[in-house]
């Protein structure tokens, strides 16, 4: 067979060969958006390869799993070997090591990841037992779990223990003198609490959370000397991507698996540093050569991905700021020439922006560039629900890449799944708070303690008359509503009958979310059928049993945790053709030859109140890493430096109903931009100059005409099609794409 290995290698460029090349000592490549750090680690591990180094000696730390895969895949063009190499995420590093050794991390086996959405589950099921005083202060109990995790897992990032938390939150009491010092002392002490029984209830079932992924392999490694040893020999070649992300935790695993980092090899920008809410720290950048002693650092001198007229947007953004680090930007040259200059719209209301920015994808579809290939970069979720909802009214089709594991509607239906597998609390607690059902909190605890009392399961408990009776009035009412909604379930029941009941027989169960008007509801049926999707893609029953245990299937579900909580579409809805909607965080890494970055307003962009509802207490982290604007000011900067050819930016006059003035991160680039003043929404849309939508064509791989014949000739499925809001009319390009997926997950649902 002819040698795979002949075919030319992907071009380094001189500083990109050097730094690729390089030999003999630990080496940090520091360099600016776009100027083929990873292009640069993917030839310097294709050179290793083809010098007759064992793809096995090989770890590629990276951030994501889409980003590894892609270092994986695009080695294994060239070099077949290549699958052999670990490239991985820290977190799948850490879990793979804790699999094999479980027992001397003294783990249970197998060991169970608790992934956030699940993890959040478990706290809500503590929630009736925690006395939560100036939390429960708030309306939504619920609502205040997230912050709570988030804080918890921060702490695991800097390897803080609940004691250590308690202590500091100790600390902060002792010295303080204002009310508002004193309330910050007290919800640091309530979040210490709350991090003390989430800890201890995972020891008691045996879980780890992805936070102790990681310090659970350095306790591993700290430990162990002869698996530290053994981890070290196996990985002579340890190649870091995206190093500005490293936080404390990772910073001291990667410390472990390096050693002195002779043969430590990472790329970074400072200037990019987006997670700093997670306890990423540049000054781990800083410190690089005083952590490895004898580190070079690498520069790398073009770019590659923009005009010139991008990268001089972004330089002067990042030069304008105070900050040293800031100041100290480079001037990059960008090979592909000047380019397009970008362009600010200025619109009277976000109605009109959108209506530009749909304009716009409009035009540069007319010229070729597909929708998938354009994306909009926003700051906050909810920023993409409001600019999905209005793209949507225009016709324009997009996905919204939010975590479907977290959402409500998700969480909901996988309650009533895990209910039935696992009648725990927290499903309960879930399932009987929503608009269905509204319980109160107080009543649900005293139907669990009534439960426990009668020592009955709370799903039997449910059909227990003297349980029931025993419950108040209006509690009795909602209990029995959810009995009958629940009737016919049974441990025993398969995924397909439980996903069957609840979204044919009833429906009750989830209607708040499908009935909401608008494309609130729209977005929220989207996530379902994605997750009825992913179920799919992951549990064929062609290929496997197809009745699999209900019990099993949430295991399996567990063991993508790493997969779900990575921020991507699932492999099939990746060819869909339909505009990216992500936010900043989601798209580090990543370029489009069109971007949009809408909402550039005060208070939207930047952000100023991150973390108000539970801040890490004071100590926790280094004082040089206390600079919330730095943040911001990186995920402005990522923004703008994912374009490759057209760089649109907006921001809106009227917000709600306030005036909004333009963002503070605007006036250094103005000078620089094509400024657009758009007129109000409906003369933009009267006129005739929106392209007409072209012919659908249909794609033979996506989906084809008999599919979607037999699905319209099928009732059940043309039925849910239609509860999902998906219109079956073949002039419908927006939705049509949809429909062979939703007719296989259909087909698995209701096997038949
Ligand atoms: P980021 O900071 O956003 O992660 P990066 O520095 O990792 O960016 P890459 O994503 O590796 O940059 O490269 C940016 C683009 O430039 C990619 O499309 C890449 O293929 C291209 N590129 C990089 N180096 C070269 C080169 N020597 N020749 C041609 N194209 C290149
Ligand atoms: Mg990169």
Redesign the pocket.
């Known amino acids: 067979p002819p040698a795979q290995a002949d075919k030319p290698l992907?071009?380094?460029?001189a500083s990109?060969r050097i730094a690729a090349d390089h030999e003999g000592g630990p080496a940090l490549v520091e360099?600016?958006?776009?100027?083929?750090?990873?292009?640069?680690?993917?030839g310097r591990i294709e050179r290793l390869l083809e010098t007759g180094v064992d793809p096995r000696s090989i770890l590629a730390l990276t951030f994501s799993n889409k980003a590894a895969r892609e270092i994986k895949e695009r080695i294994a063009r060239t070099i077949p070997s290549a699958n052999e190499l670990w490239a991985g995420t820290f977190h799948a590093f850490g879990l793979e090591l804790l699999r094999k050794h479980a027992a001397l991390a003294g783990l249970q086996e197998p060991v169970r990841i608790v992934d956030p959405a699940d993890a959040l589950e478990r706290l809500e099921s503590l929630l009736p037992s925690l006395d939560l005083h100036y939390y429960l202060r708030l309306s939504d109990p619920l609502a205040l779990m997230q912050p709570i995790l988030g804080a918890i897992s921060r702490a695991k990032d800097e390897l803080c223990t609940p004691e250590q938390y308690a202590a500091l939150a100790e600390q902060m009491q002792a010295h303080a003198v204002t009310d508002e010092a004193r309330e910050a002392a007290a919800k640091a002490a309530e979040v210490a609490r709350v991090y003390g029984r989430y800890e201890a209830m995972l020891r008691e079932q045996g879980g780890v959370d992805f936070g102790d992924l990681i310090w659970r392999t350095i306790t591993l490694l700290e430990q162990n000397d002869d698996l530290l040893a053994m981890i070290r020999a196996q990985f002579p070649h340890v190649l870091v991507?995206?190093y500005q992300d490293v936080n404390r935790a990772s910073s001291r695993l990667l410390k472990l698996i390096a050693g002195d980092g002779r043969n430590l090899w990472v790329?970074g920008?400072v200037r990019?540093s987006i997670y700093r809410f997670r306890g990423a720290s540049p000054a781990n950048m800083r410190l690089f050569a005083q952590d490895f002693p004898g580190a070079v650092v690498l520069p790398?001198k073009?770019?590659?991905?923009s005009g010139q007229q991008i990268v001089d947007t972004y330089t002067a953004f990042a030069r304008s700021l105070d900050d040293p680090v800031w100041r100290a930007a480079g001037q990059l040259e960008a090979?592909r020439g000047s380019g397009i200059r970008p362009k600010l719209v200025i619109a009277p209301t976000l109605d009109a922006e959108v209506a530009a920015i749909a304009h716009a994808i409009e035009a540069h579809r007319a010229d070729g560039i597909p929708f998938r290939d354009q994306a909009i970069v926003v700051r906050t979720h909810t920023h993409a629900e409001r600019v999905a909802e209005r793209l949507q009214a225009l016709g324009v089709p997009s996905m919204y890449l939010g975590d479907i594991f977290e959402r409500d509607e998700v969480r909901n239906l996988l309650a009533v799944v895990s209910f039935v597998a696992e009648p725990s609390r927290g499903a309960l607690l879930r399932l009987a708070i929503t608009q269905s059902y509204r319980m109160g909190l107080a009543d649900v605890r005293s139907f669990l303690e009534l439960a426990h009392a009668a020592d009955r399961s709370p799903l039997a408990s449910l059909s227990d008359p003297a349980v029931i009776a025993a419950c108040a009035a209006p509690a009795r009412a909602a209990l029995e509503r959810l009995r009958d909604d629940l009737a016919g379930l049974r441990f025993e029941s398969t995924v397909a009958e439980v996903l069957n009941h609840v979204l044919f027989e009833r429906r009750a169960l989830i209607d708040e979310f499908l009935e909401q008007p608008g494309s609130g509801g729209e977005q929220r049926r989207l996530a379902i059928f994605q997750l009825l999707q992913f179920a799919a893609e992951h549990f064929d029953p062609r290929k496997g049993n197809p009745k699999k245990n209900l019990l099993r299937w949430i295991r399996r579900l567990e063991q993508f945790g790493e997969e779900r909580a990575l921020r991507e579409l699932p492999a099939a809805a990746a060819s869909i053709d339909a505009v990216r909607l992500m936010t900043v965080h989601a798209s580090?890494?990543?370029?489009f030859p069109v971007v949009f970055v809408p909402y550039l307003a005060t208070r939207h962009f930047p952000q100023s109140n991150r973390g108000k509802l539970c801040p890490p207490p004071e100590g926790m982290l280094r004082a040089e890493d206390i600079h919330d604007q730095f943040e911001e000011e990186s995920l402005f900067y990522?923004a703008l430096?994912?374009a490759?050819d057209h760089l649109h930016l907006s921001r809106s006059e009227v917000l709600g109903s306030q005036k909004a003035s333009e963002s503070k991160f605007l006036p250094s680039i103005v000078a620089r931009l094509e400024l657009v003043r758009v007129p109000n929404t409906e003369l933009l849309l009267a006129g005739d100059d929106l392209p007409a939508r072209p012919e659908l064509k249909l794609e033979p791989e996506i989906h084809d005409a008999r599919d979607l014949d037999q699905y319209e000739r099928c009732p059940r499925k043309y039925a849910y099609a239609k509860s999902l809001g998906l219109r079956a009319s073949r002039d419908d390009d927006g939705y049509v794409l949809f429909h062979r997926a939703v007719y296989a997950v259909l087909s698995w649902v209701l096997q038949e």
Not at 31 to 42: D, F, H, N, S, V
């Open positions: 992907p071009s380094l460029d990109q360099a600016g958006p776009g100027t083929g750090k990873t292009r640069t680690l993917i991507d995206e790329v920008d990019q790398l073009f770019n590659y991905r090979i580090k890494g990543l370029e990522v430096s994912r490759r």
